[in-house]
C-alpha cells in the first residue's frame, strides 16, 4: 500500500522569505502523480501543484515549485517570496496510475508566515 | 467558488442519529470522491463514484452509504452515529476516472455529533 509521510507538523516563515515543505512517500509503482495542496483557514482544499512521476523536469506555478526525487521517493515544495496569504496547512497527496484510484494524503503541515 | 457545492456547511446530531451529507459536482465533472478529514486521522478516502457506479472504496465504515443520482449530485448517508464520526466530510470532482486530474474540492461540512 502507498505511504505518505510529512515530517514537519509545523513551520514558519517571515514574508519575502524562502520556506521548503518536505514530503516522500512509499510506492511499488512506476506511473503515479503526485500533488501539493493548500488548506487555508477557510478550509477549502485548493490544488497548488502536480507533478507526473514519468516527467523529469520539476514543475512550477509561480512562486511554488517542487523538487522531485524519483529514486529517493521525495516531493518537497518551495514556495519562494512567502506571502501572509500563504499561511495554511499544505498536504502532500500520491496517486497511482491506474483509473479508479483515489488521491492518498500526508497528514500535513502547518505554516505560518509572518510579517 | 471551487464550482463543487457541499450542503449543509455545519451540522450538529446526537448520538445514534441519521444524517445525510448532499455534494454537487463542478459542472461536466464525472467523478465524485468522498473524504473524511479528522484531527487524528488526516484526510481519509471513503468512496468514490463514477457516472453514476461505486468505483472504489476507501476506509468508510459499514454504517456509512453512498450513492450517485442520474443528475451527478452525491448523497454521504451516515447513520448510529457516534462522538468519533465527528469530522469535516468533503467532497471532490473530477473530469475523467484516471490518474492525473486534478480534483476540485467543495468546502466541507463540518459534522458534530453531541
Known amino acids: 500500500a502507498q505511504t505518505v509521510t510529512q515530517s514537519q507538523p509545523e513551520m514558519s516563515v517571515q514574508e519575502a522569505e524562502t520556506v521548503t515543505l518536505s514530503c516522500t512517500y512509499d510506492?511499488?509503482?512506476?506511473?503515479?502523480?503526485l500533488f501539493w495542496y493548500k488548506q487555508p483557514p477557510s478550509r477549502q482544499m485548493i490544488l497548488v501543484i502536480r507533478?507526473?512521476?514519468?516527467?523529469?523536469q520539476n514543475a512550477t506555478e509561480n512562486r511554488f515549485s517542487v523538487n522531485f526525487q524519483k529514486a529517493a521517493k521525495s516531493f518537497s515544495l518551495k514556495i519562494s517570496d512567502s506571502q501572509l496569504g500563504d499561511t495554511a496547512m499544505y498536504f502532500c497527496?500520491?496517486?497511482?496510475?491506474?483509473?479508479?484510484?483515489?488521491?492518498?494524503f500526508g497528514k500535513g503541515t502547518t505554516l505560518s508566515v509572518s510579517s | 467558488d471551487s464550482g463543487v457545492t457541499q450542503t449543509p456547511k455545519h451540522l450538529i446530531t446526537a448520538t445514534g442519529q441519521r444524517v445525510t451529507l448532499r455534494c454537487s459536482p463542478r459542472?461536466?465533472?464525472?467523478?465524485v470522491y468522498w473524504y473524511q478529514q479528522s484531527l487524528d486521522q488526516g484526510l481519509q478516502f471513503l468512496i468514490q463514484y463514477y457516472n453514476g457506479e461505486e468505483r472504489a472504496k476507501g476506509n468508510i465504515l459499514e454504517r456509512f452509504s453512498a450513492q450517485q443520482f442520474p443528475d451527478l449530485h452525491s448523497e454521504l448517508n451516515l447513520s448510529s452515529l457516534e462522538l468519533g464520526d465527528s469530522a469535516l466530510y468533503f467532497c471532490a470532482s473530477s473530469v475523467e476516472i484516471g490518474p492525473g486530474y486534478g480534483y476540485t474540492f467543495g468546502s466541507g461540512t463540518r459534522l458534530t455529533v453531541v
Open positions: 507533478q507526473e512521476a514519468y516527467k523529469q
Open positions: 510506492t511499488s509503482e512506476n506511473n503515479y502523480y
Open positions: 459542472s461536466g465533472d464525472l467523478s
Open positions: 497527496a500520491f496517486m497511482n496510475s491506474q483509473a479508479g484510484t483515489a488521491l492518498i
